[in-house]
Structures are given as C-alpha cells and as structure tokens.
C-alpha cells in the first residue's frame, strides 16, 4: 500500500478543498460565478499572498491574479526578484462576485457575509499549506488573517499576527494602485514595493 493515503496527502487535500470551494453555497455568490479559483503554489511555502477574490478574468480562466491585479502582482514580483512558483498565491474570497449590467459583469467587493461564509476555506487551505508568513493585499485580506477590521492605509508595512501566530505583512491590494490616482501612480508604485520588500527575508 501507498505510505501516504489519498486523505492524508496534502495535495490531494488541496485538490478536494478546490473542488469543494466549487460546490459550495454557503452564501448565494457561488451560484453566479463561473467557478470557485482556488490557492495555488507549493505546500509550505515562505509567503501565501492573499487577495480578496477572483476577478473577471480570474474567473474564467479558473486561476488566481491572472487579470490586469495579477499582472501588476507580476511585475512587483519581478521588481524584488521573487519567483511567482515559489510562493502560494490566494484569496480570502474563492468566487466572483459581480453585477451585472449589459452583458458586462462588474466586479463587486464582497460583504461580510460573504468573506465569513468563505472564512473556513481560506482556513483549511492555509492549516494544509503551512506558509511561513502571510502578505495581506489589502483590507478583506487583512481583516480575515488578523480577525479584526484593518486599516490598510495606517498598518501598511507592519507585521501583524496572523493563524496561529504566523507573521501578516499588510499592505494594498493590486486594484487600489490601478485606480489611484495617475500623478501619484510612480511614488505609490515605489511605496508598494518598499512594503512587499519588507517580506524578502521569508524568501532568502
Ligand atoms: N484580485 C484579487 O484579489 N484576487 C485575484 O485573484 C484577482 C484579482
């Protein structure tokens, strides 16, 4: 017999909570959505990145920061040197939520309910994953690994406790620098990446 049961396996245990998220309707988002996307990334990694929920893009294609969040992700990844495969990348929120109007779907934050509906995967995922420390992109991300609303712009930069006492570097969620405002666009960009580099000694 296997030394590792399918049960047991981690990865197994990953694929079954992704299926899972898929099925669940533990608030009414899910059933609008074209699927659940699911974490992704090695088991015990340095960093799990949390966001807050798939997008449109997201959505679709079934995988996490694929969409114009996920390629500024990208590129701040490039900027500090960090490989996208070695970390875990997820949401607090595994479905979109969006209105529609026309035939476009426009993304919409998720409430409270939702992201405590949500709560107990992001939990199992992150209890299977063991990360050593977490990134909080933005504030649904932040709220649901400290368990306490978080003002994103004051705690910015800071190492809060997460899971377990697990370390949560906070800071702004991807979207917020592709809304801000064009002529601050280069020092918010700079300030950005002054946080995230504030992880780098998980990756070393
Ligand atoms: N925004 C998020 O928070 N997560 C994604 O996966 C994409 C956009």
């Known amino acids: 017999p296997p030394a590792v049961s399918p049960g047991q396996d981690p990865a197994h245990t990953l694929e079954e909570l992704a299926r899972a998220t898929d099925r669940c309707r533990d608030c009414p988002i899910g059933e609008h959505a074209t699927q659940s996307v699911f974490g992704e990334g090695p088991l015990h990694p340095a960093l799990m990145l ?40 997820t949401n607090a929120v595994k479905h979109f939520k969006f209105e529609l109007r026309g035939t476009r779907r426009i993304h919409k934050s998720p409430g409270q309910r939702e992201v405590l509906a949500c709560q107990q995967w992001l939990e199992r995922e992150i209890a299977v994953v063991r990360p050593r420390a977490f990134v909080a992109l933005g504030a649904t991300a932040a709220r649901a690994l400290v368990g306490r609303a978080v003002p994103v712009m ?51």
């Open 154 to 204: 004051t705690e910015r930069g800071q190492w809060l406790a997460g899971p377990e006492g697990v370390p949560v570097l906070v800071t702004l969620h991807p979207s917020a620098l592709l809304r801000g405002d064009p002529a601050e666009r280069e020092s918010q960009w700079q300030a950005w990446l002054t946080d995230l580099a504030l992880a780098s000694r998980y990756l070393s």
């Open 50 to 89: 949390v966001g807050e929920q798939p997008g449109d893009q997201e959505d679709l294609a079934g995988h996490p920061f694929v969409g114009p969040a996920g390629q500024l992700l990208d590129r701040a990844l490039e900027a500090l040197g960090w490989s996208r495969d070695a970390l875990y990348l």
